[in-house]
Structures are given as structure tokens and as C-alpha cells.
């Protein structure tokens, strides 16, 4: 076992419990990971991170998500802090808006326009306006696990939620298609969207990619009924394909939501849409003080432009198979059965025949001590900054891992 | 008049039209302002902005309330590089999210912990599913025409939003007891919150402060009630009081929301509450992907040091005192009528007889031309930039203002 300190870390987190609810809010709370994983961090560079305590590892959850070329990428704090050495938030925005929002137009398959947010939860909101504006309708089809939001009509915990902030929505199954079909009759006449999330990445389940004949049912669905197909590209987005993450299957959308990866780290989301919901997009009302602010969007023209320059969902793909394959001959090596589902540039680990994530916590928290940053239960990330060294560092933190898992008294 | 360019704006607008729908949203949309308003900025500096044509201007808006250092100050700017050459975005906060926090504590009276967001909205819809989460009840009272942010449930259009959005909202009448006891009674058992802005400051109409007996009467009702006061500070926090904009008139909320001002432009929000509210701050589920970036804590850390130090909101006042006498001499001199209204630090300037804004049009866009970037129908935002010579100059530019509103054939 590794040499870990964490003094400062437990210090930090003896005075944040007094004065921030829980210690921390929401999926950042390291009460939500095993035991050993540190709650605050001191630096980050490429696909490093460091602790307070001064402990290094190998990032594979990339701030969740955002991180998409290696933290402190070259291209894009310089486009950053060059923005900020001219203005950052102003009374409108700087010409960066127009050159992102037609980087993004000429990126993005679907998109006839852009709109830019702050958070993943602005943009799947705004979705959902922009489509009942749009139709008139109100009913929005959503599958059931999916995360979209941390709003009161979307956030997977209903304490303080109201029943009303809810009403409009009915479930599915993701892949199911019978279960759309079903839904989209209960809608009768009110169908303003079926909102559907890139791949299904639901917490602590198997990744499922969309199953190409359901994809094209939502599409005919939304068609047949002349309401909004809105893909939720906020976590996947980037990752899979430029274009959006359904252009491999096939099937545009109407409206789509982005964040994460968009812009490195920088807080950014994005609403692409086609022409029919130009004129509601136009007719809404949505704003944040922040919205306009350039260094963001300076960054997502240096994340978007290095990305499809140096190829770099190719990259992730490539690195992401090498972890895959070498996870899973470790898996076979330790006798240890595992699944690994959905994008390999976006893992998801779970072990068979474990309902209560002992092995995958046990896993996980090994491989932190050897020098590795592993979910047990969520999507992981790769980025372009991942080099073969690197994965091969996780793979031997790994390694460590299963033989723990290995070695567990049931 | 002073000679203007308007052509790489108009050029950048054009481009903006086919890519954006509207060209912008929300409230920074020019053409929401009267003809011959920039859209697009450049660069800014202390009190001034300067538009991508390079006029120049005194900056009266602050980017609608952040910019309360004034633009690029020295002592923010430092922090932001200092932790942007650590890491920003990573798998959990920096030591700046316990510093803000304890600084949050130790600086607003009602608060005894503080939970970190990025828009406004995202602070006031949290306070909202705070007060349902704590009292297990759903009303919540909101003044008629207070703006609390841009969901479905508060935003300003109603183009998108279903009944059920604000199902459980009851209106009253800002400053009016009779109304809000009145709403107090419809919510008949049920009721979770009163959320109420920290002083009157409606779109297009006189801004009001805070009646004391009104406000008391206001926590005396959550109190009978066991209901939450939130104190809406987005607009004003920071600038009014740094203990809460509420502790002039001797009322502490529950629960308050803040943002604009927190940070010198930087993206951040915060809810504060006291001990009632803690156990329902562990309990909801809120997060974002950027919620726990680092640079922008460390700018708040920056900003509310500034503040304190150098006696900031004082000096505001005193630029804010020195532009209404001005104004108004200049009223007087001019015989055009205007009621200049709320805290000085934050002015709103409207003519009188004028229904349709034709006055405070011709009155902007001709101190426009004179380099001062007022606003007709807004709060606009003093910043601890502003100095005499700038007050001075938009007097200057105020002075044409008038003479042009005078010579108006109506």
C-alpha cells in the first residue's frame, strides 16, 4: 500500500462541515465515494490532479466531464486569459459570441442557431421551454433514471420538490420502445417533447448506447405528433461525435443541450436548435448575469478548435480501448467478472454479483492509494491529455484493485 | 454631438442574426435599448467600457450589477491567475470554497452557512426548495413584479411556462402589509416562504426601499408561521449593506439568495441560511457542473475583502450622492422633471410624463453619444471605480440628455 497523508484535507473538511451544509453539496460530496478519497484539491495539470495533502493521481473522472483536453490546457488558458486581459463580463458580450455560437452552428448537425448558459441544468431547462413555446403543448417524455438537471423538476431527489413541478412530465424506458410508444399515447395531444439523454448513463447501472431503431422511433414520434426531439448531450457531448452524439446513429434532434466539455472547465452550456424553433427560442425569456461573460466562450473556441484539429475524440477512443482491454484481461487474470458498458472514451466499471458496490468501493478506493482517481458507481471520463503511460499507471492501480476485490471475506 | 462608429457592431450584429435567435437573449439584447446602443463590447476598464468600434464610455450599468470593483480590478484579477495557474475546475473545490464560506459567515449576520452556485436563479430557486424542503409546506408569497431570476417559475414571460410552474406561488404587493397578510391567508396552512426582494426595484417604475414596519411584519408572519423569510439580494447585496441589505432595516431572513456583485463579474451565486435551514440544505439535491470552480471563489474572496477594506458601499454612496444632486440641478436647470429613486449607489432615473419612455430614450441614447452608458428603464449600478471626474463627465453627458428632451416636439 501507498504512503497517503491527508491531514489537510480533514482539517478543510472539519471547517467546511460548519459552515456549508454536509460538508458539500451535491455529486462533488466525497461522502459519496468510498472512504480515502480526498474532498479538496490543490492543482491539476493534463490528466493530473493533486490534493491538498499534495497526493497525485491519474484523473480518470476529469472534474466530471469537463475536462476534455487535460486540465490547464496550453491553447486554451491562453484564449482565456487574453480575453480577461480585455474585458470578461460587460454590458453585452465580445465578438467571441458570434464566433462560437458559428463555430458551434457549423459543428453541430442539427443546429441552425446557438444560445449560451452557464450550467448543463439552464440548457435541458430551456429545452423544455424552448418545445412548449414552440408547440403550445406541454406534455415531455423522460426516461425513467435518466439524469438531467439539478432543477426541482428534474434533480433525482424530490425533498422540497412539488408535485406540480413534475406534472407534465411521463415516463419511459430507455431503448424501450414500446414503453415510448406508451408514453407518447398517454401524452394524447399534449406531446411537446420526448427529451432523451445521448446514451443511457444512469447512476450505478450498466451504460447503455442508444439502440438505433429506437433512436429513429423517437424521431418519427416527435415528427408524427410535430413535437420537439431534444437529445441531452450535456454529459456525453463532445466525447462521442462533433457533430452530436447521435449523428453515428443516425438521427438528428430538434433541440439539444450541452455543457461539460464544451469549454475545458470553463463555465459554459449551450441550446443548438433547428429553424422550426428559431421564432420560440426568440419568444422566451431565459438570462444569468454570467451568460455573456467572453473568457468562457473564448475557451470553448480554443476546446472545440483543438479538439477537431488534433482529432481528439480519435484519441480518447484509442486510449479509452486500451484501458478497456487491459481492465479486462486484469479482470480475467484476478478471476473477477466485470462489465464495462457504453463509450470506451467514457467507461463505466461495475462488478457482477455485487448489489451493495462493496467490490466496486474496495476496487476503487485500492487503486486511489496507487495513485489512480476511479468512480465505483458513475460514468468516467477520459481526455486527450491520457497517454498510454497514463492508462497504464491505472491499469497497475488497478491491478492492485482487483487483487483487494480478490481477497475480500464475504 | 460627438461623432460615433457603429460599423463593426452593426457587422457583428448581422452575423449574430442568423446564428442566434434574436441575435442575443435575455436582458443584455440591445435592442431592448434605444436605437444606438452598442451589442457588442471590447474591452472594459475600472468605470469604463469600450465598444468593439472603440467608443469609450462611462460605464453606468457595471454589466448590470457585477462589476462593483470596477472592471479588471488589479486585486481580483491577481486571485483569478493565481488559482487558474493552480486548477479551477477539478474533482472537488479548492481551500477557497472553506475561505468564501467562513468569509460568507462571518460577513452576513443572518448566516450561519453558505451554499455555492452560479446564476441568480440558481440561488433563488434553491432558497425556494430550501423553505418547501424545511417546512414540509409548499406556498411561497412573491411580490407582484419582483424579478427572482429566469426559470419557469419566475421568469418575467410566461411564453413556455406552464400553470403548474407557479401553482403554488401567491402574490402580493411589495411594501403593502394588507396584501401580504392577505396572501399570508389564502396560503391557509401551507405555507413555506416569503421571498421578497431586498428593496423594490421593478422594471420601469420607482424603486422603493424596504418599509421597516412592512418587513417586520413580514418575519413576524414566517415566524407565527414557522415559515422561512428569504431575502432576495441578487440585485442589491454588496452594495447596500455588507451584512445583508436587510440589516439597515433591523430584519434578518432565514434564508437569502446572492449573486451579481459577489464576485466583480466573475460567475458565482450563493444561498445563505441559518441553523432552521441547515439539515434541509443536506437533504436536497442541487449541483452544477462548474459549482465548485475555483477561480471565481477566489475572486469573491478578493471582492469582499475590497469591499470591506476600503469601505466600498460608502464610497459608492458618496459618487451615488454626487450624481443625483447633479442630476437633479441639472432636472431643475433643464424644467424636465425626474424622480430619482432607492439607494444612491444604485439609481433609477425616470421623467415625468412620460408614459411611453420617449423622454428617458431621447435622455439616454444622447448621453450615449457623450460617452455615458446609462440605462432608461433600470436599475443602473454605481462601482467603487467611479470617481468625481466620471460622475462629472456623466453629468456632462446628462446635461445633453436634457437639453434634448427638452427640445422635443411631443
Excluded at 504512503?3 to 456549508?20: I, K, P, T, W
Excluded at 449560451?116 to 403543448?137: E, F, H, S
Excluded at 443516425?250 to 433541440?255: A, C, N, S, Y
Amino acid at each position: 500500500m501507498v504512503e497517503r497523508r491527508n491531514s489537510v484535507d480533514a482539517g478543510l473538511r472539519q471547517r467546511a462541515a460548519r459552515v456549508v451544509p454536509g460538508g458539500l453539496w451535491g455529486h462533488l460530496n466525497a461522502a459519496r465515494l468510498p472512504d480515502g478519497y480526498p474532498q479538496f484539491f490543490a492543482a491539476a495539470e493534463g490528466c493530473r490532479v493533486r490534493d491538498v495533502d499534495g497526493n497525485e493521481y491519474v484523473d480518470m473522472m476529469c472534474s466530471w466531464g469537463p475536462i476534455v483536453l487535460g486540465h490547464r490546457h496550453p491553447a486554451v488558458e491562453a484564449a482565456v486569459r487574453r480575453q480577461l486581459d480585455l474585458g470578461n463580463c460587460m454590458n453585452g458580450p465580445g465578438a467571441v459570441l458570434v464566433e462560437l455560437s458559428e463555430l458551434l452552428v457549423g459543428m453541430i448537425a442539427h443546429a441552425d442557431w446557438a444560445m449560451l448558459q452557464k450550467n448543463g441544468t439552464d440548457a435541458t431547462t430551456t429545452c423544455v421551454t424552448l418545445a412548449r413555446a414552440g408547440t403550445g403543448r406541454r406534455k415531455v417524455l423522460v426516461a425513467r433514471g435518466s439524469y438531467h438537471g439539478s432543477a426541482p423538476w428534474c434533480t433525482p431527489s424530490v425533498v422540497g420538490v412539488t408535485a406540480e413541478d413534475r406534472a407534465h412530465l411521463v415516463p419511459f424506458d430507455y431503448n424501450d420502445i414500446a414503453s415510448l410508444e406508451a408514453a407518447a399515447d398517454a401524452a394524447d395531444g399534449d406531446l411537446a417533447a420526448i427529451l432523451v439523454a445521448a446514451f443511457r448513463h444512469d447512476l450505478a447501472r450498466d451504460q447503455e448506447l442508444p439502440d438505433p431503431a429506437f433512436a429513429r422511433r423517437a424521431r418519427a414520434i416527435c415528427d408524427a405528433a410535430d413535437a420537439a426531439l431534444i437529445v441531452d448531450d450535456v454529459r456525453a457531448g463532445f466525447r462521442i461525435d462533433l457533430g452530436g452524439s447521435w449523428e453515428p446513429v443516425g438521427v438528428r434532434p430538434d433541440l439539444a443541450s450541452w455543457s461539460k466539455a464544451i469549454a475545458n472547465g470553463y463555465p459554459l452550456a449551450a441550446v443548438t436548435g433547428n429553424d422550426r424553433f428559431r421564432e420560440a427560442a426568440q419568444k422566451i425569456f431565459v438570462t444569468g448575469s454570467f451568460w455573456c461573460e467572453a473568457a468562457p466562450m473564448a475557451a470553448a473556441i480554443a476546446t472545440l478548435t483543438e479538439l477537431r484539429e488534433q482529432d481528439g475524440i480519435a484519441g480518447m477512443v484509442a486510449m479509452g480501448t486500451r484501458l478497456r482491454a487491459g481492465l479486462d484481461r486484469l479482470a480475467a487474470r484476478h478471476a473477477t467478472p466485470i462489465r464495462q458498458t457504453g463509450p470506451v472514451q467514457m467507461p463505466m466499471v461495475l462488478f457482477d454479483d455485487d448489489p451493495d458496490f462493496a467490490k466496486g468501493d474496495l476496487f476503487c478506493a485500492t487503486a486511489l492509494r496507487h495513485g489512480a482517481y476511479l468512480h465505483p458507481r458513475h460514468t468516467m471520463f477520459l481526455s486527450t491529455a491520457h497517454r498510454e503511460a497514463d492508462i497504464d499507471r491505472v491499469l497497475a492501480a488497478a491491478d492492485a484493485g482487483f487483487a483487494a476485490v480478490r481477497g475480500m471475506r464475504r
